[in-house]
T-cell receptor, first 110, second 116 residues
């Protein structure tokens, strides 16, 4: 089943913060985060494994709440380069398939 | 390393035509996959392969065939194109399957397919 991302879109001013959530109805083993710029291929940001770990990439970090079957991506002090669509991909059993959410469109304005 | 390459970049087909989208990677990755992305939507898995000679279905396999005769190549065949197959197709590869939680998938630049 496809994970649900929220919000669907967010508009930020440079320097502002935002949180993107990714929720699943099934138990998760791992959550993968990607960013896609318009007309380009998705680019990997980070992977989180069950266990509630937190990771960071530039000023972008993420957490994984295994009990809630939810991951959150934190955009801190956003930059213009953070604009794009963010996708979470989830995998429930250490298997071979990633199921992606519908994406969250982020626009950072000067 | 060229990474993941896809050809063609753009393609227009008529309903009923068949064609093959090519995907190749030079990173010696075992895992390869095909996704389709419809406008404003997420990525949906079509087929995947965990190694040469091994393929399996993803979420939306109907109307598509794949084969994996070598580690490097993973072509996607549209058997009889339909307008519902108009989409952007991405090929991706990684050293191991995504469920191991260790490896990122590297995506190719995509093929934009229109079926009239």
């Amino acid at each position: 089943q496809q994970p649900v991302q929220s919000p669907q879109a967010v508009i930020l001013r440079e320097g502002e913060d935002a949180v993107i959530n990714c929720s699943s109805s099934k138990a998760l083993y791992s959550v993968h985060w990607y960013r896609q710029k318009h007309g380009e291929a998705p680019v990997f940001l980070m992977i989180l494994l069950k266990g509630g770990e937190q990771k960071g990439h530039e000023k972008i970090s993420a957490s994984f709440n295994e009990k809630k079957q939810q991951s959150s991506l934190y955009l801190t002090a956003s930059q213009l380069s953070y604009s794009g669509t963010y996708f979470c991909g989830t995998e429930g059993a250490a298997g071979n398939k990633l199921t992606f959410g519908g994406g969250t469109r982020v626009l950072v304005k000067p | 390393n060229a990474g993941v390459t896809q050809t063609p970049k753009f393609q227009v087909l008529k309903t009923g035509q068949s064609m093959t989208l090519q995907c190749a990677q030079d990173m010696n990755h075992e895992y390869m996959s095909w996704y389709r992305q419809d406008p404003g939507m997420g990525l949906r898995l079509i087929h995947y392969s965990v190694g040469a000679g091994i393929t399996d279905q993803g979420e939306v396999p109907n109307g598509y065939n794949v084969s994996r005769s070598t580690t490097e190549d993973f072509p996607l065949r549209l058997l009889s194109a339909a307008p519902s197959q108009t989409s952007v197709y991405f090929c991706a590869s990684s050293p191991q399957p995504p469920g191991t939680g260790r490896d990122t998938q590297y995506f190719g630049p995509g093929t934009r397919l229109t079926v009239l």
